[in-house]
């Protein structure tokens, strides 16, 4: 199967070229494909091209995209998440979060994942398989369909850890940028966080992509290494400290800071002796954090911490210098946590 979505105009034009056609086919395509961005992806229905060439195409195994439509869920502040089904009967889901003036994708890069983060639904099922581009692109085409307006922000937060499918998550991202028109700064990639990977990220975006200005963010959601463990089970193979070289060494590099983000579990990280503990770790470096609200699951036993302790670790971060803000949850009241909606379809 070859898939055209995620493929750049010069692609298009070499594939119209190898049929005998004109290279400006190929560049009807891209504008079909990227432009009209069309809710049914069927090549019989790029109606400006030849019939023959649709047929050869088609024949030829060519495909739009091969994600479909499986269920849906929409919260009372208008978040959208959509469950898919890919070709080989597996299921992702991706998030869309409309605000007035943006409307964030949030994406799977993997079905299921390896990492096992206890907080995490994802994490219970393992991983099946990784994404390729156009299925991780083709989630940006269902949500702006079902949203009936454009994606303008992109976030790596849905199923999948990003960094262990980086040349599909690198492809899609050049994608997202040149062919989808959302500027790098737009997009945030975010991880747990494995060995060596956070400096692989920086150099393979410079050799591929020519640049490297979209948001790193760190899932770090501890103060200590004896706390990442206890949450992250990876993090045994990566001390707290040695990410937070590497996150230096990722603002060297590209100049851009990194976010670090932190769910605030009752009993766990919320107290304020974390917050100043977080605060010698992160001090004197260009990097911002992130305190969410926790989705409680549940399959599991974390709590979400009250919303004053979150205040008082907000305002202890801000008083030690560091760069703070509070993400709101969105869509609580719909299984907004990764790898809910997924499994509430299952059962
Ligand atoms: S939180 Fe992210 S990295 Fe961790 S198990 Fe869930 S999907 Fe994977």
Redesign the pocket.
């Known amino acids: 199967m070859k898939h055209l979505l995620g493929s750049s105009i010069k692609d298009l034009e070499n594939v119209a070229l190898n049929y005998g056609q004109a290279a400006f086919r190929g560049r009807q395509i891209y504008n079909w494909i990227y432009n009209y961005r069309n809710k049914n992806k069927d090549i019989d229905q790029i109606e400006i091209l030849p019939l023959n060439f649709r047929k050869k195409l088609k024949n030829d195994g060519f495909k739009v995209s091969e994600l479909s439509f499986q269920a849906k869920s929409l919260a009372n502040d208008g978040t959208l998440k959509l469950l898919l089904s890919t070709s080989d009967n597996e299921s992702i889901e991706c998030v869309g979060i409309p605000t007035e003036k943006r409307l964030t994708a949030c994406l799977s890069s993997q079905i299921g ?1 390896p ?3 206890k907080f ?1 639904a ?2 219970k099922e393992g991983l099946k398989r990784s994404l390729k581009a156009s299925e991780i692109l083709d989630q940006i085409l269902f949500i702006e369909n079902e949203m009936n307006r454009k994606v303008t922000n992109i976030v790596f937060m849905g ?3 990003p960094l262990l499918n980086m040349d599909d998550l690198l492809l899609s991202i050049r994608s997202i940028n040149e062919d989808f028109q959302i500027s790098q700064r737009k997009i945030t990639v975010s991880t ?1 966080a494995i060995p060596k990977m956070i400096n692989k990220l920086s150099a393979n975006s410079f050799q591929i992509l020519g640049k490297c200005q979209f948001t790193l963010a760190i ?1 770090l959601h501890a103060s200590n290494q004896k706390i990442r463990e206890l949450i992250i089970p990876s993090a045994k193979n990566y001390h707290i400290k040695n990410i937070v070289e590497d996150c230096k060494q990722f603002v060297r590099d590209t100049g851009r800071r990194v976010s670090f983000e932190y769910l605030m579990l009752s009993g766990v990280n919320d107290q304020l002796e974390h917050a100043n503990e977080l605060s010698d770790l992160l001090k004197g470096f260009q990097c911002h954090v992130n305190l969410i609200h926790y989705n409680q699951i549940e399959e599991v036993d974390f709590k979400r911490a009250s919303l004053k302790k979150l205040q008082l670790f907000q305002s202890k971060l801000f008083h030690n210098g560091i760069a703070v803000s509070s993400r709101k949850s969105r869509g609580l009241d719909k299984n907004a946590a ?1 790898g809910q909606l997924r499994q509430n379809a299952r059962n």
Do not use: F, L, R
């Open positions: 994942c990492m096992d983060c995490c994802t994490g199923m999948g850890e747990v899932s990764c």
